[in-house]
């Protein structure tokens, strides 16, 4: 487990805007636990009813590092 605790003391909060906020605390949080503990890959679960542009998608989405994603 890992928390953006920069984000959090600046005051990050989904009042900011979705976008930011989840980048913030999600992704970045994300990010911060991958590179503490050294891991090169994760599986993650996401619902299609939560989101959108994965709502067809049935098996893996394959992410590659240096084409946007990390």
Do not use: W
């Not at 009042?15 to 911060?32: N, P, R, S, Y």
């Not at 619902?47 to 998608?57: H, V």
């Amino acid at each position: 487990m890992a928390t953006n605790e920069d984000a959090l003391a600046e005051g990050m909060h989904p009042d900011k805007g979705k976008v930011e906020c989840c980048t913030a605390l999600k992704t970045e949080g994300l990010q911060i636990a991958l590179n503490e503990k050294g891991y090169t890959g994760v599986i993650v679960g996401v619902r299609s009813d939560e989101e959108g542009t994965r709502a067809k998608e049935r098996y893996f989405s394959a992410r590659v590092l240096g084409q946007g994603q990390a």
